[in-house]
Each structure stands twice: as C-alpha cells, then as structure tokens.
C-alpha cells in the first residue's frame, strides 16, 4: 500500500543518527555532526527524538529551558526551537519526563513525534539530525513511514564481539519497504587519547568494529572518534561545542561532516 509521506518544505535533508545499542555516543555524535555543519555554514537543526532517554537538553545546558514558546505562523500555532551555537534545537525531553515517556504507548510516540517535526518553526534548514533511541522501534519507524529521510549514520563502538544489535538496527534502516540510505559508521571510543598526550592510542575497546561493519555493508568508515575526558565533561556540564578544543575531536567530527555533505550526491528520498 503506497505511504503518504509529510513533506517538510523548508528542511532540505533529515539525518537520523542511531545504533543497535545505548550509550555508545549517539547523542555525542549526532551533537557533534550538527555543531560542525553549521560551523560549515549551514542552517542546522537538531531534534533529540529519543523518548527514553533525551539528553541534548543536558548536552546543550537547556535543561532548566521550560517549555519551547509558540508563535503564530499563517494562523497555525507552531514551537519555536531553542538556539545555541547556531543550531536550532529540539527535544522530546522539553516536554516530558523520561519516567511518563517510557510507558508510552506506540500511537503516542508517534504522535509526538509527528507534532515536533511538522510544528516547529525550523525556519529554512539545510539539515535537520535526528538523534534516536538506541535500537529499533516507534521513533525509528515513524520518522521513516511519514517523512522523507535522507540518509541514517549508524554509531558503533570497536569490539567486535556483540555487533548482533547492530546488525539488527541495519538491517531495518536498509528494508526495502521503509529504509533510507546508510550514509556510513561512525566508530565511538575508538582509541582512548588522554588530553595531556593527545598523540597516543590505547585501544580500550578493542579494534576494527568499525572497519568490520563498514566492509560487510559497503557503506563507509565515516570517522573514528577517539575516547577523551574533554568529550564527556563537557558534554556533562552542558558545554558541548567545548570538546571541540582537543583538535584531534574537532577534526573528528570535521571529517565526518564533511564526508556527510561530500555524499550529497548519493542521498535521495525514498518514495512509496
Ligand atoms: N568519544 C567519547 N569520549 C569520551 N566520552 C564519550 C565519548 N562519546 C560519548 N561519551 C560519553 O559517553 C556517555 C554516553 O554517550 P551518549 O549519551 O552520546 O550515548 P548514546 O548512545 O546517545 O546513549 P543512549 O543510548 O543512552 O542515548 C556520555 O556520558 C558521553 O559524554
Ligand atoms: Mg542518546
């Protein structure tokens, strides 16, 4: 049965950033990415859709924000998305807490989800990246039934062992009836670089999941994003763009978005 898709006229490219598992750095990376394509001067938006476990509030220091306010647009009332750094942010967790979210049920999920795409004033966006909940379900669902997304960059760490779920996860990005583009793996943690000497590796984790994921798929290794203390304390005290200090982290992440807008030519919209 062919799916009528919303069409977000304003934004030109969603971007989902998922994973098989929890807590390997979606919501780092998917900050990041976001961080270094408006750096690059493009209009960006980030929507943290994980329902169980928002954090780009934290991550942005926004977590005392309140509310989004309204605006009237056209006679539609629509949000309006908080600002910071360039990017135009909006979160799940603005509106709930994780305790009431997890006991939703799928049509509410979707219904919420469906309200922060279609009714926040995004204005014109080059990109809006989508941060989702660790493996696969209603968000991931939703966002790929309903709307056009362009392309899906799925986060693993280096073992190689326990890669089932994101395997699991790939697969349905990549299903006939409802998958988008994988535009590549981004490796997290791949090698721990303590701040004071940020020329050494020590691989903690293991070594090569990334490589191993990105020759199975045939997609691309799109970064590797060595484990550092500047990521996590600034993330955790609401200062995210500040892990862009340790240059090996900039450069990281200036890789990735620049492999992601250097892919623009394979993304396209998947119709039904
Ligand atoms: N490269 C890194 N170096 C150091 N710490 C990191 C790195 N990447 C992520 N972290 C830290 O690891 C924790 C988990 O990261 P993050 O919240 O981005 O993962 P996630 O996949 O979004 O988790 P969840 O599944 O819970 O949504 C955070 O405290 C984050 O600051
Ligand atoms: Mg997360």
């Known amino acids: 049965m062919p799916v009528k898709k919303n069409v977000l006229e304003n934004i030109k490219k969603i971007i989902l950033v998922s994973s098989g598992k929890g807590g390997v750095g979606k919501s780092t990376v998917a900050a990041g990415l976001a961080l270094s394509l408006a750096r690059e001067g493009y209009s960006v938006g980030l929507l943290d859709a994980d329902i169980f476990g928002p954090s780009v509030p934290t991550l942005f220091q926004l977590g005392d924000a309140g509310r989004p306010s309204g605006t009237d647009k056209n006679g539609k009332k629509m949000m309006l998305p908080f600002e910071k750094f360039g990017l135009k942010i909006m979160s799940i967790g603005f509106f709930v807490e994780p305790s009431q979210a997890v006991i939703w049920r799928g049509p509410m999920v979707t219904n ?6 279609t009714e926040t004033d995004w204005g014109k966006l080059d990109f809006l990246i989508v941060d989702t909940p660790p493996g696969t379900g209603d968000v991931h669902i939703t966002l790929m039934q309903e709307f056009y997304v362009s392309g899906a960059i799925v986060v693993t760490t280096p073992q190689k062992v326990a890669l089932d779920d994101v395997h699991r996860a ?53 970064a590797q994003i060595p484990m550092n203390e500047g990521i996590s304390e600034n993330c955790d005290s609401g ?31 998947i119709k039904n």
Do not use: C
């Not at 919420?112 to 795409?117: A, D, E, G, I, T």
């Open 170 to 222: 790939i697969g349905m990005l990549t299903d006939d009836a409802i998958g988008a583009p994988v535009l590549g793996i981004v490796e997290n943690m791949a090698w721990f670089t303590p701040t004071k000497h940020p020329d050494e590796k020590y691989f903690l984790f293991g070594k090569g999941g990334g490589e191993l994921l990105s020759k199975k798929y045939n997609v691309p290794l799109l």
């Open 112 to 117: 919420v989800l469906r309200q922060l795409l």
């Open 239 to 269: 200062r995210v763009a500040g892990m862009f200090d340790d240059k090996n982290i900039e450069q990281a992440f200036d890789q990735l978005a620049s492999k992601v807008m250097t892919q623009k030519q394979s993304f396209k919209y």
